[in-house]
């Protein structure tokens, strides 16, 4: 089994893109956790973001303003 190493990643606090087929955490479980560089909405899928939101109510102001300045996706900023 491989298992494929991303530092760039893992300096951000993300996640490596690809751990090998043994790894048992998903994407969206980690999306959920808050890390301490902040959650940038950018790096996820919509479903995501709201996941870590559900998870993380007290960063919904400053999730949803880097949204808005990022990709801002309607389905998240409610079209604003």
């Known amino acids: ?9 893992e300096a951000v606090g993300q996640p490596p893109i690809w751990t090998g087929a043994s ?3 998903s994407r969206t479980t980690e999306a959920a ?3 301490s560089a902040g959650f940038d909405p950018g790096e996820h899928t919509v479903a995501e973001v709201e996941e870590y939101l559900e998870a993380n109510p007290d960063q919904r102001d400053a999730v949803l303003k880097a949204e808005r ?3 801002g996706r309607a389905t998240l900023t409610g079209g604003d």
């Open 69 to 71: 300045k990022g990709k």
């Open 23 to 25: 790894e048992a955490t």
């Open 33 to 35: 956790r808050p890390s």
């Open 1 to 9: 089994m491989s298992t494929f190493d991303d530092p760039n990643r």
